[in-house]
């Protein structure tokens, strides 16, 4: 099956970076949130973005206005009845996506494939509140999509080939590199990434260095674009919180088991960029 109609459920960051890439490969778009307000509030921020793409000159005026003209806003899950696939982009919460893959089951026609943009719940769990768990993947987009390069395709053990190869295609379409992985915790790169963001958190606490400089040291020393405390600004401290947890609750390993400053600083509401106060402080805009 070729995909052509798109349904992305989840209007914050990481669900606007997806409607955006894929408009911007000239699949139509249904952005759904609970409140249309936020789903519009969502479509200004693409339009934003795209507008800065017009003024580097990459995207031509006509293109902008052809992308966001494949994109409609809504509050109503049956809007994404036609969809060919639809990407859950919801709260990192088990129970919220549990509910949420057994509405789209009635919603959604047969045959439509169903996928999670998790970065750590387990797929085949939303998968069997489905009627159809032969055709629910993952499909794990980074942050901030339409600049992330790589998409990891999520095999759960109840998904059938032909869902995996559509996945990929899909992918592939939007101009990014799919890598294949199984259905476990934290999949490949969250699985290695976030001990090391854990622990950076814990060396600072232990006082070997300033978040300053241990951000200097990352980037001077291994050539990463930015350091520990600016990457987990930029995830999000809750989201992070809610990956370590996760992680640590699969594997039982000690380096997943978050640092207690972190906890503290998600009850605080330092979540990062988003709440323009995390390690670092930013300008709301």
Known sequence: MSVKRVGVVGSGIMGGGITEVAALAGHEVVLRSRQLQAAEGTLADISRSLQKKVDKGTLSPEECAETLGRVRATDNLHDLSDCDLVIESVIEDKATKHRLFAELDRVCRDGALLATNTSTLPVVEMAMETGRPERVCGIHFFNPAPLMGLVEVVRPLTADDETIAEAISFVEACGKRAVEVKDRAGFV?????????????????????????????????????????????????????????????????????????????????????????????????
Do not use: H, Q, W
């Not at 400089?213 to 050539?223: L, P, R, S, T, V």
């Not at 350091?227 to 809610?242: E, K, N, Q, V």
């Open 189 to 285: 790169v969250n699985a290695l990434l976030f001990p090391y963001l854990n622990n950076a958190v814990r060396l600072l606490e232990s006082g070997v260095a300033s978040m300053e400089d241990i951000d200097e040291a990352m980037k001077g020393g291994c050539g990463f674009p930015m350091g520990p405390f600016a990457l987990l600004d930029l995830i999000g401290l809750d989201t992070s919180l809610a990956i370590l947890e996760a992680l640590y609750a699969e594997y039982g390993d000690a380096n997943y088991a978050p640092v207690p400053r972190l906890r503290r600083m998600v009850a605080a509401e330092l979540l990062g960029r988003k709440s323009g106060a995390g390690f670092y402080r930013y300008e709301r805009t």
